[in-house]
């Protein structure tokens, strides 16, 4: 029996769950709190220039003909029907129906851009005819890890990517489509759509990064990321810093600091920041005593979960569940 191939095997399988892991716990606070949205009517000669967005992703769907993506620095992109581009930090860039136009500042086009509205840009040309998806998707950015800020400024998935992700593909096809959802209930429905649009990009995106240069430096510590993925399955447990450093095989100073380094907030924050989400949960979604919860979450005193409960969200745990009761 190849016992060495099958230990092989094994830890493939183990470092392969364990990324998938860290990619659930980076995206998923990945909340949006309003989107703009705009489809593009355009015929060739035109050019749009979009400044930098702050916490705002946007994306740009290829739904008929195609376009070239310009950033400051780096080669010009074609995309054709299909294609998705992700600007995750929301970086300034161009696009055109070839490179080199003179652009029109999109505040220009779309001189309103308000998030839970929808806008139109009608360029009428004599030459190929596009159509596009585009969208501005504000995120909260206390919530948004520091996998966001390391991404690079621009990731595309060509058509055949897209279509290797149906839930992904269809989802684009019905927000860049007339149908789509619309009244009552329309508007919520879109940003979610949106949001598991953002999610579902950036998943395969991440994947094909990591373990390459071009990779955040954050999926390619070892020692932090299997922080973040303890931090992230592991939080009931009582964790110190200390006990979280040795498990992962640092110092705690060589820990804190690169920590801090590559997620953007100090180890401690962020454990916090995991358990109050997870009580948060419990509190509004499910009938667990409240008396149960701190032990859910890590704590093994009911008044100090009480005391760091009502710092973080600024109520007790019984006003919480109140207000979540009365907002159902």
């Known amino acids: 029996m190849d016992t060495v191939g099958t230990d092989r095997h094994a830890q493939h399988d183990a470092q392969h769950d364990e990324q998938e892991d860290l990619l659930s716990e980076l995206l998923q606070p990945l909340r949006l709190t309003g989107v703009f949205d705009s489809r593009w009517h355009v ?7 979009g400044d930098a967005e702050r916490s705002c992703a946007v994306l740009h769907y290829v739904v008929e003909g195609g376009c070239w993506v310009t950033t400051d620095g780096e080669p010009p992109v074609e995309l054709r029907a299909g294609d998705l581009v992700v600007f995750p930090t929301g970086a300034a860039h161009r696009l055109s129906d070839r490179p080199g136009r003179q652009c029109v500042p999109l505040k220009a ?12 840009i009608v360029v009428d040309g004599s030459g190929p005819e596009s159509r596009l998806l585009s969208a501005g998707l504000r995120y909260d950015a ?6 966001c800020t390391s991404l690079p400024r621009a990731l595309v998935l060509d058509s055949p990517q897209v279509d290797r992700e149906p839930l992904l593909r269809d989802t684009l096809r019905l927000l860049a489509s007339p149908d789509r959802p619309v009244g009552p209930g329309g ?13 579902l990009a950036l998943r395969p995106l991440l994947r094909e990064l990591a373990g390459t240069p071009a990779s955040p430096p954050l999926l390619r510590h070892p020692g932090i990321s299997r922080a973040v993925v303890t931090m992230a399955t592991r939080f009931a447990e009582p964790w110190t810093i200390d006990c979280i450093a040795r498990e992962v095989g640092m ?25 109050m989400r997870e009580a948060g949960r419990l509190l509004a979604e499910t009938s667990l005593p409240q008396s149960a919860v701190p032990a859910r979450v890590g704590y093994q005193s009911a008044v100090g979960f009480h005391l760091a409960f009502r710092k973080w969200f600024g109520v007790t745990p019984g006003e919480y569940r109140a207000g979540a009761v009365g907002a159902a």
Do not use: K
Not at 251 to 275: C, I, Q, W
């Open 43 to 49: 015929r060739a000669p035109w050019a749009i220039e």
């Open 142 to 147: 206390d919530a948004a890890t520091g996998l």
């Open 251 to 275: 110092s705690r100073s060589a820990f804190t600091a690169a920590f801090r380094d590559l997620v953007g907030e100090s180890p401690a924050r962020y454990l916090a920041a995991r358990r």
């Open 109 to 120: 086009a779309l001189p309103e851009r308000h998030p839970g509205t929808s806008g139109e």
């Open 187 to 199: 508007r919520i429905i879109t940003l979610r759509a949106f949001e598991m649009a953002l999610v």
